[in-house]
């Protein structure tokens, strides 16, 4: 089983469609099941769209990975 700090490692390829699809359902089980991930997941999915809504093929915004893991800096297990 996926844990924290492994699901916020594959979020940045997960955004940037670049895991197998494997990979993808270890990502979206761990999700479903952990709070914290899901809201950072989800937080940062929302800022991704909102990026590329404006700008084809940008890269992932700077600190990305850094935000992640000061949203789950508290998170459980
Ligand atoms: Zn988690």
Redesign the pocket.
């Known amino acids: 089983m996926m ?2 700090s492994e ?1 916020i490692a594959t979020m940045a390829p997960y955004l940037d469609r670049a895991l197998s699809e494997a990979e993808i359902e270890e990502v979206r089980a ?2 479903s099941h ?1 709070g ?2 899901g809201d950072a997941f989800r937080f940062e999915e929302s800022i991704l769209k909102f990026v590329r809504s404006g700008l084809k093929e940008e890269a992932l915004p700077e600190g990305f990975e850094q935000r992640l893991q000061d949203l ?1 800096r508290n ?1 459980g ?1």
């Open positions: 844990d924290c699901a761990h999700l952990c914290c991930c789950i998170c297990d």
